[in-house]
């Protein structure tokens, strides 16, 4: 009676096996999260003393950069729906050229830093239409910061900006917001006027 009980049960278990795994089992794709962008809409940077102005987008907060209190002249545009900040430093180049190259120096090598873990950096000489000069430097890979830039009008005014997220998600899955908040960056860069 046992051998005809774990025959019966044997076959039970076969027939399970053999017709409950019919299906072909297809992995689901990878996915990523849903984005949803806001429309751009743009504003000059208001009620604020600064040595600069530009238009920025409707939808971040200026926000005085809390890294360096003292330096007034430094602030964040805060994405807050993106979790995305865009550290902007202020520099008087006075006249001195030796300022001016420090800065570019300074400009450079935190862009440099980045090499160990980008995959590549390419950058940009640009031209903005009030005849001021910058670098946009857009970078690749597993790195803390996607996109940098300066413009300057070479002779008082330089302005550095570097793009952070404060989240661990991978960039890959972030790429739509970095190329939203890099076509940002481009219009400010387009429209900064320096006092």
């Not at 049960?9 to 409950?20: P, Q, S, W």
């Not at 950096?121 to 430097?137: C, H, K, M």
């Not at 002779?155 to 908040?181: C, M, W």
């Amino acid at each position: 009676m046992i051998h005809h009980f774990t025959r019966c049960l044997l076959i039970v278990t076969l027939t399970v096996l053999i017709f409950g795994c019919q299906s072909d089992y297809v992995p689901k794709p990878k996915g990523y999260n849903r984005i949803d962008l806001p429309e751009r809409d743009f504003v000059f940077l208001a009620d604020q003393d600064l040595p600069y102005r530009f238009e920025h987008s409707r939808h971040l907060q200026v926000e005085p950069d809390s890294f360096n209190m003292e330096e007034r002249t430094w602030i964040n545009l805060h994405y807050t729906g993106l979790d995305a900040r865009v550290h902007l430093t202020y520099k008087p180049i006075n006249g001195k050229v030796e300022n001016l190259k420090s800065y570019l120096n300074d400009a450079l090598s935190l862009t440099s830093k980045h090499q160990i873990k980008a995959y590549g950096i390419d950058e940009a000489v640009v031209r903005t239409p009030t005849g001021y000069t910058g670098l946009v430097a857009e970078l690749s890979g597993e790195v803390p910061t996607q996109f940098q830039f300066f413009v300057t009008d070479s002779t008082q005014h330089f302005l550095r900006g570097a793009l952070y997220f404060n989240t661990a998600v991978k960039n890959d899955s972030l790429a739509p917001i970095i190329e939203y908040v890099k076509t940002d960056m481009m219009h400010l860069i387009n429209t900064v006027e320096f006092d």
